[in-house]
C-alpha cells in the first residue's frame, strides 16, 4: 500500500509518498495544480513503484495461486498470530464437560480466508510439495475440506516465511 500525501494550497501542493510503515520514500516535493503537476506526481509514482519491484526479491506470485491483503508480515510476531488474523486459528465449543469439535474461529479476515482457501485448492493440484502433503493428510483419511484447511494453514506459514526471510518459492520436483 502506498499512501500519497498532499498538503492543498490555491496553486502549489506540498506532496510526499509513503509506505503503510510510514516510511517515507522520496523527499518532499512540490507540483504545480496543472495537468503538468499531476503527470509529475505521477510519474514520481510510478518511478518509486518500478524501483521498489526491482528492488524488492519477494514476490508472493512465486507461490502458485496467491494474491493476498497480509501487508507488512512485521507486524505479526508468530505463524499463530498471522492464522488468527486469517482467521484459521481453531476454536472449540465446550459447555460444562462437553467438549465439540475444533472449527476455524472465522474472526479475521474474511477476504485473506477465502483468498488462502482458493490458492490451497489450486496449490494441491499444481504443486509438488502441497499435493504431497494433501495425499498425506488423505491417507490419514481426513475429508477433503479438512485436508484444504490444514494446506491453508501451511501455505500461511510458508508466505509468512517468504515474506520475514525475503526469499522467493521455488518448487522442488
Not at 22 to 35: L, P
Amino acid at each position: 500500500m502506498i499512501l500519497v500525501g498532499i498538503d492543498v494550497a490555491s496553486n502549489k501542493h506540498d506532496i510526499f509518498i509513503m509506505n503503510a510503515l510510514g516510511e517515507v520514500f522520496n523527499k518532499h516535493f512540490t507540483i504545480d495544480n496543472t495537468r503538468q503537476g499531476y503527470k509529475k506526481l505521477l510519474d514520481q509514482i510510478n518511478q518509486l513503484l518500478e524501483h521498489h519491484i526491482t528492488e524488492s526479491k519477494t514476490t508472493l506470485l512465486s507461490i502458485p495461486g496467491v494474491g493476498t491483503q497480509i501487508g507488512a508480515i512485521n507486524r505479526f510476531k508468530s505463524e499463530d498470530a498471522l492464522l488468527a488474523f486469517a482467521g484459521l486459528d481453531p476454536s472449540v465449543y465446550q459447555s460444562g464437560n462437553y467438549e465439540g469439535s475444533f472449527k476455524i474461529s472465522k474472526r479475521g479476515s474474511s477476504i485473506l480466508r477465502w483468498a488462502i482457501f482458493q490458492a490451497a485448492k489450486v496449490a494441491v493440484i499444481h504443486d509438488p510439495v502441497f499435493n504431497a502433503y494433501y495425499e498425506k493428510k488423505k491417507s490419514e483419511g481426513k475429508h477433503y475440506l479438512t485436508i484444504i484447511g490444514h494446506v491453508t494453514k501451511k501455505l500461511l506459514r510458508v508466505i509468512r516465511s517468504i515474506l520475514k526471510n525475503n526469499s522467493v518459492y521455488t518448487v522442488s520436483h
